[in-house]
């Protein structure tokens, strides 16, 4: 297990690389020079503050010499400072990653809890009407886009019942309390939960169905056993597995935010902040947020396979 | 040396296998064909045919059926409600909704088309390759396939996105380019499964190029699964496309899509005032996904030979 474990964090640091390697190189291919970004129309420019820039962010070398210094840099903790605010990246990042993860672990937990239910129930009731009408929402639910149903939310809720703010994480005139943040965190949530709800119930009822036809679930009914322990312990534990494997792949998610209901909502996270450093072409902040995505995607990864293997004691890692 | 047996009935290439099945000397059912079937019996799926193909047309004929020119302003009738004059209704310069929203769709659906197609040649190419040949192929493709997906694909298209010229082009490579992975994955899963077949070995064994086997031999199997993945990648194609025009990455204003007419609905006297700007738009991105998705689910269903339909 735990040579198993070094095995696949040392296989995943080419990856990681490979990953800045290729983000790096998008940005150095794309058209036009970085320094105009420094450019202020309303200010003018002179070549001397051009070269200045130039030379203090050490844009003066080629590519490949930029890059290693990068990494250089990056492996001892220093992502360098943003170009916009001119902080160091790891803070503008630490700022935003707690409301993003507020944010997105509230949803998907009431997501996981929602759709995986629904999903045992409608299995369990196959050609109901309930199973009808739950599987054919579904279809809608995936068929959505998050910036429609965030419109829509935020149209009904917000506008038209004014049930809920319309965007922001917090009141303007005074400090947040609990409540406040809940009465910010509700609508966008609910609405990125039912993307979560309508994903995880069509896979938890298409598993529930596939593991319910098996012979060993059939001879548990023939040998008299009790329905509830059929479907608790026969059934839901094996159905569950490659459910955990959607939501591992989820996890990521929580990090990336929800670039669209971030953007609606105003929400201050990680998707909005990388909407405002590609529009700003922060190189900096672009190849941090990148590096910190990639690491979380390459733990939640290796995380869904541990998980995996402790719950179906036939996989063995070693 | 390629030496066919020449069949008397004229077709060289296939030599065809009579299986005799008890009560039945019918040639067996072909995959495309069983899977085609399967399919006319999903009435989900018909309903999914029967809406895009609706959509299409009024997205092709959008020039014949518009009432106004879809960039033609008119003042006095400015921010008009939906009504007979203007079924869906006019924005703040006065122009046509129902105009935009069928013109809309043209640059909505021809993004999807090409880049699903791109992304297709892509994948189809790469998962063969790698799935054919096996080797140092397939693991430079299969290692190269897990760095894409390592990063979430919404976070490398808005990087690409925004360093690019706003157009069409930029649209179809980002989407197209980076849609591939799933699409690898499986083609690379049947040609790993299909070559080890008997019916490959007997064409190997005949002499027949590698260029025939994976083409005439492989392929036609591949088929099946591959067309439930494309309607797929359509599905999202469209979804990201409207998301990047969302953003103000996608197609330029005054070309309407679909993405950037919801974009106005983030200005929030339009959000509120003038609904029927931005309802349109997204009742028929909705509408065609979720077409587009039912015909991908039929087709899955209908290509699983397990599925007992």
């Not at chain 1, 298409?206 to 059934?235: C, N, P, Q």
């Not at chain 2, 310069?93 to 090409?114: C, E, K, N, Y």
């Not at chain 2, 330029?252 to 339009?270: D, H, K, V, Y």
Request: proline share 6%; glycine share 8%; hydrophobic share 50%.
């Amino acid at each position: 297990m735990f040579k198993y474990l070094i095995r696949r964090i040392v296989v995943s640091i080419p990856v990681l690389i490979s990953v800045t390697i290729i983000i790096f190189g998008l940005i150095e291919l794309a058209p036009g020079d970085v320094v105009d970004n420094f450019i202020n129309p309303e200010i003018g420019y002179s070549a001397e503050t051009l070269e200045a820039i130039r030379e203090r962010f050490g844009l003066g070398q080629p590519a490949p010499v930029r890059y290693l210094k990068w990494l250089g840099n990056a492996v001892q903790g220093d992502f360098g400072l943003t170009y916009v605010s001119g902080e160091p990246v790891l803070a503008a990042i630490g700022r935003r990653l707690g409301n993003t993860l507020l944010l997105m672990s509230t949803a998907l937990l009431v997501g996981t809890v929602i759709g995986v239910s629904l999903g045992v129930f409608t299995a369990l009731r196959q050609y109901s009407f309930w199973d009808l009408a739950l599987t054919t929402l579904s279809f809608v639910g995936i068929s959505m886009p998050a910036f429609i149903t965030g419109i829509l939310g935020m149209y009904l809720f917000a506008i038209e019942w004014k049930i809920f703010p319309s965007g922001g994480m917090r009141p303007v005139q005074r400090d947040p309390t609990v409540w406040d943040t809940l009465h910010h965190l509700i609508l966008p949530a609910g609405i990125l939960s039912l993307a979560y709800i309508a994903t995880f119930m069509r896979y938890t009822r298409f598993s529930m169905l596939e593991v319910l036809h098996t012979d060993y679930v059939r001879t548990a009914r023939g040998k008299g056993l009790h329905e509830r322990v059929v479907i608790w312990r026969h059934t839901l534990p094996n159905a569950l597995l490659p459910v955990i494997t959607v939501i591992g792949l989820s996890l990521p998610s929580l990090v990336v935010g929800a670039v669209f209901i971030e953007t609606i909502f105003s929400w201050p996270g990680m998707g909005t902040m990388y909407l405002d450093a590609v529009n700003a072409k922060d190189v900096p902040l672009i190849m941090g947020m990148n590096t910190v995505i990639a690491i979380v995607v390459l733990g939640a990864n290796l995380l869904t396979d541990l998980a995996y293997g402790m719950i179906d004691p036939r996989i063995r890692y070693d | 040396m390629t030496s066919q047996p020449a069949s008397p009935t004229g077709t060289p290439d296939r030599p065809t296998v009579v299986v005799e099945l008890a009560g039945s000397r019918a040639r067996p059912e072909s995959l495309t064909r069983r899977t085609l079937r399967r399919f006319l019996r999903n009435r989900l799926a018909i309903v999914g045919v029967i809406g895009l193909a609706t959509m299409i047309l009024l997205v092709v004929f959008a020039s014949q059926i518009e009432r106004y020119p879809y960039e033609q302003m008119d003042l006095r009738a400015a921010k008009s409600p939906p009504g007979a004059d203007h079924w869906f209704g006019t924005d703040r310069t006065g122009r046509d909704i129902w105009s935009r929203t069928i013109h809309g769709g043209r640059v909505s659906l021809s993004v999807a088309a090409a880049a699903t197609l791109l992304s297709t040649v892509i994948g189809m190419t790469l998962g063969a390759t790698a799935g054919y040949y096996g080797g140092k192929a397939d693991w430079i493709i299969s290692r190269f396939t897990d760095i894409v997906l390592t990063l979430p694909p919404i976070v490398i298209m808005l990087t690409l996105a925004s360093f690019l010229p706003r157009s069409l082009v930029t649209l179809i490579v980002v989407i197209g380019g980076l849609s591939w992975p799933g699409t690898v994955r499986l083609v690379r899963g049947q040609f790993l499964s299909l070559r080890e077949q008997e019916f490959v070995t007997a064409a190997r064994c005949l002499g027949l190029s590698h260029r025939r086997i994976i083409f005439v031999h492989i392929m036609p199997n591949v088929i099946a699964p591959l067309v439930a993945m494309v309607s797929f990648t359509v599905g999202n194609a469209i979804l990201t496309e409207a998301g990047l025009s969302f953003l103000g990455l996608g197609v330029a204003p005054p070309t309407p899509s679909w993405g950037n007419m919801l974009e106005a609905a983030r200005n929030l006297q339009i959000l509120r005032e003038l609904p029927w700007m931005w309802i349109p738009p997204s009742i028929f991105t909705v509408l065609t996904v979720l077409f587009v998705n039912f015909i991908g689910d039929g087709l899955r269903d209908a290509a699983d030979p397990t599925m007992v339909l």
